[in-house]
């Protein structure tokens, strides 16, 4: 391998008017650009006190980003020095217009003089110092250069002023021919609208190694952090290439090309870079200079490793699960069982797409505790609670258990998993039915300030638990009939998580579930028909289920039962009890639909069993209400209307508007069945409490734009007030009923036969 780091770091180079200086081990070589900075020291250090303090504070906070950062055009650099201090920006362009415009004498005589910033007793510089470890690397690439490079490089000099100076040219011409007015709206519209394009952001030509490393960490940060401000994958992938081009063993390089790839779902790619790292690790002795002799070994278990993490996350779980035993033998020989306790994790991790299993979850979570593991073991008791509470644990011990997990988070400044079990007690809290507690929760993780430190406009909160939470809450203001708040949580989410980042899923298959229900509620069945298959291509399971519904909405009765039959004996094989229940109460009611009522009895009951056994309040109290329309088809109206005391509070408290508006209609129905047998003026205090009932419903079916349950609660309406002698009542309700009933027919299904 002599041969190759020879050619790669001996032999001084000349691309695209870049002279790299990269001889005898320095990393680093001069450029135009490089040499702009150097005159912007220079000028810097002869304004000295002339400086205001606040200027003097600007330009310091300016050089940092400047020195570390890939090579920019003269305008935008110019442009960077001006909004510090223009009088130094204009000192710099005059100072470099000799220098291009001089002879070669000029850029010797610079590089000269710029030793004598090291020299006296109080130096300008300090030679330990970030500017002055830039002044040295600058000045001995210099002179390691032979003088055809020297020559070179005072061509790509002129060549780079003299690009400027055209675009500047450019820009007067215009000024000339457009009005002043017209000129500044226009300015001002590009500096505040128009980001900085991609060949502006990216890295143009070879970059030196202090460059790159800054490129590549602050790419992977905003790929972690705030991907929309990350280059796309294409242009990263560019770049990339770009630095691998003039450094082939560049690991870093190899595994931001590896997350750049997961980004668009490449299995070849990704796979193809992880591997590429890994090797380059061992092969630059990376990892044996900081871990002795272990770092060989140490590279070959976590490559296997992570290469389990990478089919796992494509669902190639037989790969895995061999990659995953590699790791363990090599961990296991090295006595490594930090490496072990990972291995363990993702065990778990591959066992649970076959089986349930606990036991290796607590083991995990007790070894990670032992071993100093704080981030291991929190992972741990978060998977341990999600389990838990598809098993119907109760959900204050899930709760006591993300508590613990909390302190671990809060005493090791865990940012990450704390936005983890935040966003885990909203989902909790929405499987078991209490809307406010989940809203509430969601709410705190919106408000929260990140414990981490990052860059000046990052922000923190484009992570999975942020989509995660900003679904549920546009969701929740979409049960609740606030459908334009919903849109702009949407259309947030779509500027946050664009369609190619790697959480846009989730966002997605929410938008098509809630214009799905707007549809489904407005009567418009081949619209919500249309959004079946987008809904089934983000989840099956959720898109059979909607395909079903809109069946059985159409009146395709047998359709939907087959339909139906196929997804429970599914989500029976795979435990997904909530989907179970949903699916038995939509079979229930095509029993009632059917006419079939005694059949629909023995259904609802397994429902209910299932709910109250998993602890699905909600769940629990929507089947409630579907038996105690049972009772009412049953003619036992009485017995229904007890039911519904017990039940109707948690719909009312944490239920969706559509659902409250079902709850009071079904109260009114069995109100009005019951008065049958009362007396006279009983009766009719009866039908009058019924009258406001169906008001109320109404109001909640407005809200959701529902018009066939409006339709239907008109028309119990009108005869309420027949029955009362409201005549004029009775025909302001039949004429509404009669305009629903043209816009939405009946397809011959009897308007009241079922309670949603």
Same mark, same amino acid.
């Given at each position: 391998?002599?041969?190759?780091?020879?050619?790669?770091?001996?032999?001084?180079?000349?691309?695209?008017? &870049?002279?790299?200086?990269?001889?005898?081990?320095?990393?680093?070589?001069?450029?135009?650009?490089?040499?702009?900075?150097? &005159?912007?020291?220079?000028?810097?250090?002869?304004?000295?006190?002339?400086?205001?303090?606040?200027?003097?504070?600007?330009?310091? =906070?300016?050089?940092?980003?400047?020195?570390?950062?890939?090579?920019?055009?003269?305008?935008?650099?110019?442009?960077?020095?001006?909004?510090?201090?223009?009088?130094?920006?204009?000192?710099?362009?005059?100072?470099?217009?000799?220098?291009?415009?001089?002879?070669?004498?000029?850029?010797? !005589?610079?590089?000269?003089?710029?030793?004598?910033?090291?020299?006296?007793?109080?130096?300008?510089?300090?030679?330990?110092?970030?500017?002055?470890?830039?002044?040295?690397?600058?000045?001995?690439?210099?002179?390691?250069?032979?003088?055809?490079?020297?020559?070179?490089?005072?061509?790509?000099?002129?060549?780079?002023?003299?690009?400027?100076?055209?675009?500047?040219?450019?820009?007067?011409?215009?000024?000339?021919?457009?009005?002043?007015?017209?000129?500044?709206?226009?300015?001002?519209?590009?500096?505040?609208?128009?980001?900085?394009?991609?060949?502006?952001?990216?890295?143009?030509?070879?970059?030196?190694?202090?460059?790159?490393?800054?490129?590549?960490?602050?790419?992977?940060?905003?790929?972690?952090?705030?991907?929309?401000?990350?280059?796309?994958?294409?242009?990263?992938?560019?770049?990339?290439?770009?630095?691998?081009?003039?450094?082939?063993?560049?690991?870093?390089?190899?595994?931001?090309?590896?997350?750049?790839?997961?980004?668009? !779902?490449?299995?070849?790619?990704?796979?193809?870079?992880?591997?590429?790292?890994?090797?380059?690790?061992?092969?630059?002795?990376?990892?044996?200079?900081?871990?002795?002799?272990?770092?060989?070994?140490?590279?070959?278990?976590?490559?296997?490793?992570?290469?389990?993490?990478?089919?796992?996350?494509?669902?190639?779980?037989?790969?895995?699960?061999?990659?995953?035993?590699?790791?363990?033998?090599?961990?296991?020989?090295?006595?490594?069982?930090?490496?072990?306790?990972?291995?363990?994790?993702?065990?778990?991790?591959?066992?649970?797409?076959?089986?349930?299993?606990?036991?290796?979850?607590?083991?995990?979570?007790?070894?990670?505790?032992?071993?100093?593991?704080?981030?291991?073991?929190?992972?741990?008791?978060?998977?341990?609670?999600?389990?838990?509470?598809?098993?119907?644990?109760?959900?204050?011990?899930?709760?006591?258990?993300?508590?613990?997990?909390?302190?671990?988070?809060?005493?090791?400044?865990?940012?990450?998993?704390?936005?983890?079990?935040?966003?885990?007690?909203?989902?909790?809290?929405?499987?078991?039915?209490?809307?406010?507690?989940?809203?509430?929760?969601?709410?705190?993780?919106?408000?929260?300030?990140?414990?981490?430190?990052?860059?000046?406009?990052?922000?923190?909160?484009?992570?999975?638990?942020?989509?995660?939470?900003?679904?549920?809450?546009?969701?929740?203001?979409?049960?609740?009939?606030?459908?334009?708040?919903?849109?702009?949580?949407?259309?947030?989410?779509?500027?946050?998580?664009?369609?190619?980042?790697?959480?846009?899923?989730?966002?997605?298959?929410?938008?098509?579930?809630?214009?799905?229900?707007?549809?489904?509620?407005?009567?418009?069945?081949?619209?919500?028909?249309?959004?079946?298959?987008?809904?089934?291509?983000?989840?099956?399971?959720?898109?059979?289920?909607?395909?079903?519904? &809109?069946?059985?909405?159409?009146?395709?009765?047998?359709?939907?039962?087959?339909?139906?039959?196929?997804?429970?004996?599914?989500? !029976?094989?795979?435990?997904?009890?909530?989907?179970?229940?949903?699916?038995?109460?939509?079979?229930?009611?095509?029993?009632?639909?059917?006419?079939?009522?005694?059949?629909?009895?023995?259904?609802?009951?397994?429902?209910?069993?299932?709910?109250?056994?998993?602890?699905?309040?909600?769940?629990?109290?929507?089947?409630?209400?579907?038996?105690?329309?049972?009772?009412?088809?049953?003619?036992?109206?009485?017995?229904?209307?007890?039911?519904?005391?017990?039940?109707?509070?948690?719909?009312?408290?944490?239920?969706?508007?559509?659902?409250?508006?079902?709850?009071?209609?079904?109260?009114?129905?069995?109100?009005?069945?019951?008065?049958?047998?009362?007396?006279?003026?009983?009766?009719?205090?009866?039908?009058?409490?019924?009258?406001?009932?169906?008001?109320?419903?109404?109001?909640?079916?407005?809200?959701?734009?529902?018009?066939?349950?409006? =339709?239907?609660?008109?028309?119990?309406?009108? =005869?309420?007030?027949?029955?009362?002698?409201?005549?004029?009542?009775?025909?302001?309700?039949?004429?509404?009923?009669?305009?629903?009933?043209?816009?939405?027919?009946?397809?011959?299904?009897?308007?009241?036969?079922?309670?949603?």
């Amino acid at each position: 391998m002599a041969s190759v780091h020879e050619s790669l770091y001996f032999n001084p180079m000349m691309t695209n008017g &870049v002279v790299h200086a990269n001889v005898f081990g320095i990393k680093d070589w001069v450029t135009p650009y490089k040499m702009a900075l150097l &005159v912007l020291l220079s000028e810097l250090g002869r304004a000295g006190a002339q400086l205001g303090l606040l200027e003097r504070r600007r330009l310091n =906070r300016l050089l940092l980003p400047l020195l570390q950062g890939p090579d920019m055009p003269l305008s935008r650099l110019r442009k960077a020095i001006e909004e510090s201090c223009p009088h130094l920006a204009s000192s710099v362009h005059i100072r470099l217009k000799l220098m291009a415009e001089g002879e070669l004498k000029d850029m010797e !005589q610079f590089f000269d003089d710029l030793s004598d910033s090291f020299t006296g007793t109080e130096p300008e510089v300090h030679k330990t110092s970030v500017v002055g470890l830039f002044l040295r690397h600058m000045i001995l690439a210099y002179n390691k250069l032979s003088f055809s490079q020297v020559y070179k490089l005072y061509t790509a000099l002129q060549q780079y002023f003299q690009n400027d100076e055209k675009k500047n040219g450019i820009d007067e011409s215009d000024m000339e021919l457009t009005n002043t007015e017209e000129l500044e709206g226009k300015m001002e519209k590009e500096e505040l609208d128009v980001p900085l394009r991609e060949e502006e952001i990216s890295c143009s030509g070879p970059l030196s190694q202090k460059q790159a490393e800054y490129f590549l960490s602050q790419q992977a940060s905003l790929l972690k952090n705030d991907e929309t401000k990350a280059l796309t994958p294409a242009s990263l992938q560019k770049e990339l290439n770009n630095l691998l081009k003039f450094n082939p063993d560049f690991a870093e390089a190899h595994y931001l090309s590896y997350l750049n790839s997961l980004r668009v !779902q490449d299995v070849f790619s990704s796979t193809h870079s992880l591997l590429h790292y890994f090797d380059r690790l061992i092969l630059t002795g990376a990892e044996s200079k900081s871990n002795g002799d272990e770092g060989y070994g140490r590279s070959l278990r976590y490559a296997a490793l992570n290469l389990a993490a990478l089919h796992c996350r494509f669902g190639h779980y037989q790969q895995a699960e061999l990659a995953l035993q590699e790791a363990i033998r090599i961990a296991q020989e090295s006595n490594d069982h930090v490496c072990l306790q990972h291995c363990l994790s993702w065990l778990y991790i591959l066992e649970q797409k076959i089986f349930d299993s606990c036991v290796l979850l607590e083991h995990s979570v007790n070894k990670s505790l032992h071993f100093g593991l704080p981030y291991l073991a929190s992972l741990g008791i978060q998977s341990l609670v999600q389990q838990r509470a598809f098993a119907g644990k109760a959900a204050n011990k899930l709760m006591d258990a993300l508590k613990d997990s909390d302190l671990l988070h809060w005493k090791h400044s865990l940012s990450e998993l704390i936005d983890i079990s935040i966003a885990q007690k909203t989902a909790i809290w929405r499987l078991y039915g209490r809307s406010t507690m989940a809203l509430q929760q969601a709410q705190t993780l919106l408000s929260m300030n990140s414990l981490e430190a990052v860059n000046v406009g990052v922000q923190q909160n484009n992570t999975e638990s942020f989509a995660v939470v900003l679904c549920h809450l546009a969701e929740l203001h979409a049960e609740q009939g606030y459908f334009a708040a919903a849109s702009e949580i949407l259309k947030h989410l779509k500027e946050r998580f664009p369609p190619n980042s790697q959480h846009a899923q989730l966002w997605m298959l929410f938008d098509q579930k809630i214009q799905f229900e707007r549809a489904m509620n407005d009567g418009r069945y081949h619209i919500a028909d249309s959004l079946v298959a987008g809904i089934t291509a983000l989840n099956s399971i959720e898109g059979i289920y909607r395909k079903a519904i &809109v069946l059985k909405a159409q009146n395709q009765m047998s359709e939907a039962h087959k339909l139906l039959q196929k997804l429970l004996i599914h989500c !029976q094989k795979i435990k997904n009890t909530e989907m179970v229940i949903s699916v038995l109460l939509s079979i229930a009611e095509l029993y009632w639909r059917s006419s079939c009522h005694t059949i629909a009895l023995p259904v609802l009951l397994q429902a209910l069993a299932l709910s109250r056994e998993y602890s699905l309040q909600y769940l629990a109290s929507e089947t409630v209400l579907n038996l105690a329309f049972s009772q009412l088809i049953l003619g036992i109206p009485e017995q229904a209307l007890n039911i519904l005391q017990t039940a109707i509070e948690p719909v009312l408290a944490h239920g969706a508007v559509l659902d409250k508006g079902c709850a009071m209609f079904l109260v009114a129905k069995c109100q009005v069945a019951s008065a049958a047998s009362y007396a006279p003026q009983k009766k009719i205090e009866a039908l009058e409490s019924a009258i406001l009932n169906l008001n109320e419903a109404k109001t909640y079916f407005d809200k959701v734009d529902c018009k066939e349950q409006l =339709r239907d609660v008109l028309y119990f309406q009108a =005869r309420l007030f027949h029955t009362l002698g409201k005549t004029q009542e009775r025909n302001k309700c039949a004429m509404l009923f009669r305009q629903l009933h043209q816009e939405l027919p009946a397809h011959g299904v009897p308007l009241i036969n079922a309670f949603k």
